[in-house]
């Protein structure tokens, strides 16, 4: 089936460790973007990429890290500079400029 | 630089009534495209409407319509004779003409028995 995976759903982490959260579509699309939800807040963006080899920081990027090798993934990377990394993550795609976002079930991540 | 407003923080409203969420949204952009999204509890994001920055045609697609107007940078949602399954959280967000797409805070829909 097409669609977006992230994994791992949950995901635990300790303090001062990177962590990488995935993000891989199968739907051909050209756009990627990366967001954080944190409880009761609306979706903030983080980085989001136009085009392989190619991507541009959000409004929150600080702390955090991507990479856009191929078309199909687009993986987030929490560093140990983000100073509150506990928070939903939630990766989308889409085709073209115009086109809606597909949005991925999200990974929760934890920092203890 | 853009931005989308949703002022109402929370709504609630008995079964059947009407709700109408706002939308304010800014941008230096004449190309731009709004959408839509629903995140019921299990927190995945629900695709609901797109409309670009040339289309200011009202829609209505069963219970829920959408009245763009960029006179008042305003897109509205309303859904009609609300039900119990439309409890949920709604964005509106914003795609600028380099591909930015920004949501705004949401707002959360509780519709009661």
């Known amino acids: 089936d097409g669609g977006i995976t992230q994994s791992p759903k949950y995901l635990f982490r300790k303090e001062g460790q990177n962590v990488t959260l995935s993000c891989e579509q199968n739907?051909?699309?050209?756009?990627m973007y990366w967001y954080r939800q944190d409880p009761g807040q609306g979706l903030r963006l983080i980085y989001y990429s136009q085009i392989v080899n190619d991507f541009q920081k959000g409004d929150i990027a600080e702390g955090y890290s991507v990479s856009r090798e191929k078309k199909e993934s687009f993986p987030l990377t929490v560093t140990s500079a983000q100073k509150n990394p506990t928070a939903f993550y939630l990766c989308?795609?889409?085709?073209?400029?115009?086109?809606?976002?597909?949005f991925g079930q999200g990974t929760r991540l934890t920092v203890v | 630089a853009q931005k989308v407003t949703q002022a109402q923080t929370e709504i609630s409203v008995v079964e059947k009534e009407d709700v109408t969420l706002d939308c304010v949204y800014e941008?230096?952009?004449?190309?731009?495209?709004l959408f839509w999204y629903k995140q019921p509890p299990s927190g995945e994001l629900v695709f609901l409407i797109r409309r670009n920055s040339f289309d200011e045609q009202n829609e209505i697609s069963g219970r829920y319509s959408w009245n763009f107007q960029k006179s008042t940078s305003s897109f509205n949602f309303t859904i009609t004779a609300s039900q119990v399954v439309d409890s949920a959280v709604y964005f509106c967000a914003l795609r600028d003409s380099w591909g930015k797409l920004q949501f705004g805070a949401g707002t959360q829909v509780v519709v009661t028995p």
């Open positions: 941008t230096r952009d004449t190309t731009y495209y």
């Open positions: 989308a795609s889409s085709m073209t400029i115009s086109a809606e976002a597909f």
């Open positions: 739907l051909n699309h050209d756009a």
